[in-house]
């Protein structure tokens, strides 16, 4: 299996990519990118979900729909937050497919994923 990629990237297009991943190294916002995931959540749920302050959880949600890597949508007067985009998620398994071989004691062959 070939780890070389056929595409040269714009200086543009790996300023986003790193901005992306700085934004999901913060294992706060992985958290909520994780459980945002698994369906639609309010603000009070997910400082539920990822043991965090409501506060916090508000500020990095901000900081996810800025680089649109989250949703919102209004019912009533509460907000709910969504992550369904197909980038995000394979980005987000990968990561933690890599964490899980690393932790793991793997080698260095791993197995391609979709």
């Known amino acids: 299996m070939s780890t070389q ?3 040269q990237p714009f200086i543009h297009q790996l300023d986003v990519a790193s901005d992306m991943l700085g934004l ?3 294992p706060t916002r992985l958290k909520i990118l994780w459980v945002l995931l698994h369906g639609d959540h309010s603000v009070n749920e997910l ?7 409501q506060a916090a959880v508000s500020q990095h949600l901000a900081k996810l729909r800025a680089a649109q890597l989250v949703k919102a949508r209004r019912d009533g007067n509460r907000m ?3 992550t ?8 987000i398994q990968q990561a933690l497919s890599h ?5 793991q004691g793997h080698d260095n062959d791993m197995e391609e994923q979709e």
């Open 5 to 7: 990629i056929d595409i």
């Open 24 to 26: 999901i190294s913060e």
């Open 47 to 53: 400082a539920e979900e990822v043991s965090a302050q």
């Open 84 to 91: 369904d985009n197909t980038h995000v998620r394979k980005v």
């Open 99 to 103: 964490a899980e071989h690393v932790t």
């Open 80 to 82: 709910f937050y969504i």
